[in-house]
T-cell receptor
Framework: KAGVTQTPRYLIKTRGQQVTLSCSPISGHRSVSWYQQTPGQGLQFLFEYFSETQRNKGNFPGRFSGRQFSNSRSEMNVSTLELGDSALYLC????????????FGSGTQLSVL | DQQVKQNSPSLSVQEGRISILNCDYTNSMFDYFLWYKKYPAEGPTFLISISSIKDKNEDGRFTVFLNKSAKHLSLHIVPSQPGDSAVYFCAARQTGANNLFFGTGTRLTVIP
């Protein structure tokens, strides 16, 4: 089975711009979660999508949004980028029944200048 | 508010010795705990987990211990190998939920 695929791997944007990140989960997985990793903060949960519906949401401002398509692929959007949004954004997938381990992609490294 | 804490940012151990990585949590609703390993430029990979109904789980060289009364868990790696050098994240989950709460990670260096 192919793993979780995230594109692009690296992204450079300037303040005020918006960005869209993409994630393709493992085949058959219906749950996609997004995490933000910054130095010293570990991984912070952004949101989870299951069957095209947001099932859970972390404590991030409304500038961070996502969606999931019928093929379980997911996108994450950040609008009005700020310098503090520079981070590694990780996508994880699971079957979605709850309580399973997550499989992570390699992430998208976003730099905001 | 960091509900999962790894207070040691780094740890160095000689090859062949034991590595002990520690993790504390504050939320008594957590009932499942996991350890992930992360190499540079890669996503975290699952290593080992433990349910709150157990106090120990073993998988080869890796053992996780859970002390619920102290809200503390630890990962033991015996014997440590240079290939174990990575950042280790402790994570926790509430019943039925899919999202994980992660610690800030401990960078383990195993010296040959």
């Amino acid at each position: 089975k192919a793993g979780v695929t995230q594109t692009p791997r690296y992204l450079i944007k300037t303040r005020g711009q918006q960005v869209t990140l993409s994630c393709s989960p493992i085949s058959g997985h219906r749950s996609v979660s997004w995490y933000q990793q910054t130095p010293g903060q570990g991984l912070q949960f952004l949101f989870e999508y299951f069957s095209e519906t947001q099932r859970n949401k972390g404590n991030f401002p409304g500038r961070f949004s996502g969606r999931q398509f019928s093929n379980s692929r997911s996108e994450m959007n950040v609008s009005t980028l700020e310098l503090g949004d520079s981070a590694l954004y990780l996508c994880a997938s699971s079957a979605g029944r709850g309580g399973e381990k997550l499989f992570f992609g390699s992430g998208t490294q976003l730099s905001v200048l | 508010d960091q509900q999962v804490k790894q207070n040691s940012p780094s740890l160095s151990v000689q090859e062949g010795r034991i590595s002990i990585l520690n993790c504390d949590y504050t939320n008594s609703m957590f009932d499942y705990f996991l350890w992930y390993k992360k190499y540079p430029a890669e996503g975290p990979t699952f290593l080992i987990s433990i349910s709150s109904i157990k106090d120990k789980n073993e998988d080869g060289r890796f053992t996780v211990f859970l002390n619920k009364s102290a809200k503390h868990l630890s990962l033991h790696i015996v014997p440590s190998q240079p290939g174990d050098s990575a950042v280790y994240f402790c994570a926790a989950r509430q019943t039925g939920a899919n999202n994980l709460f992660f610690g800030t990670g401990t960078r383990l260096t195993v010296i040959p």
